[in-house]
């Protein structure tokens, strides 16, 4: 069986992604992919070899055929998107897929058509396989392309044998994360000492107590503000959720990632030996 995890913030900024590429470096027989897909980076990490790209349709978008146009102008009466000027001139930048266009016109002459939104990658890493993928600028259905990374991840790990999958979620609680965390087997949260990472972190939590998905916490950066990290745990502790660990505040991160390494590999220090040992308690959890 394939079990699942996803690693996520309230806030960006927590250090969720570092994290989850070390965890990549330490797990055995797993797939990592990367739902960040609005702001993907975990590929500059892990260095991956392209073997497959796949192009992804978010929301279609209206066409016209000004051949078979009557000039009616219904087009632009019923579009609340301003994607039709007076004289019927389209603007495709401008179309949220409603589809009321097709719908009104009395010739036919609006098809909704797909647009391509965004790719979708199945890698090599020196780590095993990466799924990753980009939304174009602008583009929006980026749960959808979650959901396609999610699905391709599994393909792979059945093909291959694997029997983990490491998700990098994004942070937030929009569609995204609920994508990117529904129907997995854990979900790791890190939280940084802040007042915003605290707020957010625990709407993170209450997404992830309403879906009945078991949660635990990582508290990264934890010696910037001892009394916000002792509240963290308080609250964690009132709510039967458990702290796995706690990381440093630690300039060997920033060094790691300019290396193109994971922190892991990077050092033996203080902050690679406590990620090590929050993976071995993130194993426990999974098993």
């Known amino acids: 069986m394939v079990r699942e995890l996803t690693v996520i913030s309230g806030k960006g900024g927590c250090g969720k992604t570092t994290l989850t590429a070390s965890f990549s470096a330490l797990a055995r027989n797993h797939v990592t992919a990367d739902a960040d897909v609005d702001a993907a980076d975990m590929h500059i990490l892990l260095d991956p070899k392209v073997l497959r790209t796949e192009r992804f349709h978010g929301l279609n978008i209206a066409k016209m055929n000004d051949e078979l146009c009557i000039n009616c102008g219904k087009c632009y009466e019923n579009c609340r998107y301003g994607a039709f000027d007076p004289d019927n001139t389209l603007h495709p930048e401008k179309c949220e897929g409603c589809a009321v266009c097709e719908l009104v016109c009395p010739v036919g002459a609006i098809d909704m058509v797909e647009r391509e939104a965004g790719e979708a990658y199945v890698s090599e890493t020196r780590f095993g396989p990466l799924i990753h993928a980009k939304l174009h600028a602008g583009e929006?259905?980026?749960?959808?392309?979650?959901?396609?990374?999610?699905?391709?991840?599994?393909?792979?790990?059945?093909?291959?044998?694997?029997?983990?999958?490491?998700?990098?979620?994004?942070?937030?609680?929009?569609?995204?994360?609920?994508?990117?965390m529904t129907g997995v087997d854990l979900v790791l949260v890190v939280i940084e000492p802040s007042l915003s990472g605290i707020h957010d972190s625990k709407r993170i939590l209450d997404v992830a107590k309403h879906f009945r998905i078991p949660s635990v916490v990582c508290i990264n950066k934890y010696d910037i503000n001892k009394e916000n990290t002792h509240s963290i745990m308080e609250f964690c502790r009132n709510e039967g959720i458990e702290v796995v660990g706690k990381l440093p505040y630690d300039e060997t991160a920033t060094k790691a990632m300019m290396g193109g390494k994971t922190v892991v590999e990077f050092s033996e220090g203080e902050l690679s030996q406590s990620i090590k040992e929050i993976w071995r308690r993130v194993e426990k959890e999974l098993i």
Do not use: F, H, M, N
């Open 140 to 180: 929006e259905a980026s749960g959808k392309l979650v959901a396609l990374v999610r699905e391709r991840a599994r393909q792979v790990a059945e093909d291959q044998g694997k029997d983990l999958i490491i998700i990098d979620g994004p942070p937030g609680t929009g569609c995204t994360v609920i994508s990117s």
